[in-house]
Antibody
Framework: EVQLLESGGGLVKPGASLRLSCTASGFTFSNAWMIWVRQAPGKGLEWVGHIKSKTEGGTTNYAAPVQGRFTISRDDSRDTGYLQMNSLKTEDTAVYYC????????????WGRGTLVTVSS | QSALTQPASVSGSPGQSITISCAGTTSDVGSYNLVSWYQQHPDKAPKLMIFEVTKRPSGVSNRFSGSKSGNTASLTISGLQAEDEADYYC???????????FGGGTKLTVL
């Protein structure tokens, strides 16, 4: 059974940095892409970005609102992916979900439980 | 503002059918048969209900069905049950620059 566990969320001030982790089990993490999707309180879902598997180049892609501020990385030896968030803004406040799949077409059947990031002064 | 447009709310009585629309563009829904639908109950992670426009993951009731015409996708739930009350989101692949876009969500109320 695929299991994904996010951690690292919390309350930070605008301009601060935070790193989220997503630890995977139940499948071969190194073969999968890791995707992050967020949901602001009371709002809809928003694609944040993804990292491909290393065999597919390990390249990353990001949504426009986070491009240049967020970085997705992975440590396959630890079955863990990361979302480094810098220069956080109040509008980044959201529950962040990690997802794994073998591509990124938006059909996600394996989600973590999510971790809440609150950016507030 | 979400890339895909959904009605904010729909409602129906138990046993009835409802349809939720998802309007996109030629850059997303209209160009790819890669539309998905998610169900989300309060404080839960979204659950995949439909993928590739019409396909249901294993374990999803056949009361849920998807379709697409042009730039608009639809989710139909037949034989409404109380447990179907939730938020529903559509999602589409949008090419290798934008990748994935979501709708703003539709709140389904079972009367």
């Amino acid at each position: 059974e695929v299991q994904l566990l996010e951690s690292g969320g919390g309350l930070v001030k605008p301009g601060a940095s935070l790193r989220l982790s997503c630890t995977a089990s139940g499948f071969t993490f190194s073969n999968a892409w890791m995707i992050w999707v967020r949901q602001a309180p009371g709002k809809g879902l928003e694609w944040v970005g993804h990292i491909k598997s290393k065999t597919e180049g390990g390249t990353t892609n990001y949504a426009a609102p986070v491009q240049g501020r967020f970085t997705i990385s992975r440590d396959d030896s630890r079955d863990t992916g990361y979302l480094q968030m810098n220069s956080l803004k109040t509008e980044d406040t959201a529950v962040y979900y990690c997802i794994t799949d073998y591509n990124d077409y938006g059909d996600y059947d394996s989600w973590g439980r999510g971790t809440l990031v609150t950016v507030s002064s | 503002q979400s890339a895909l447009t959904q009605p904010a709310s729909v409602s129906g009585s138990p046993g009835q059918s409802i349809t939720i629309s998802c309007a996109g563009t030629t850059s997303d829904v209209g160009s790819y048969n890669l539309v998905s639908w998610y169900q989300q109950h309060p404080d839960k992670a979204p659950k995949l209900m439909i993928f590739e426009v019409t396909k249901r993951p294993s374990g999803v009731s056949n009361r849920f069905s998807g379709s697409k015409s042009g730039n608009t996708a639809s989710l139909t739930i037949s034989g409404l049950q109380a447990e179907d009350e939730a938020d529903y989101y559509c999602c589409s692949y949008a090419g290798s620059s934008t990748f994935v876009v979501f709708g703003g969500g539709t709140k389904l109320t079972v009367l």
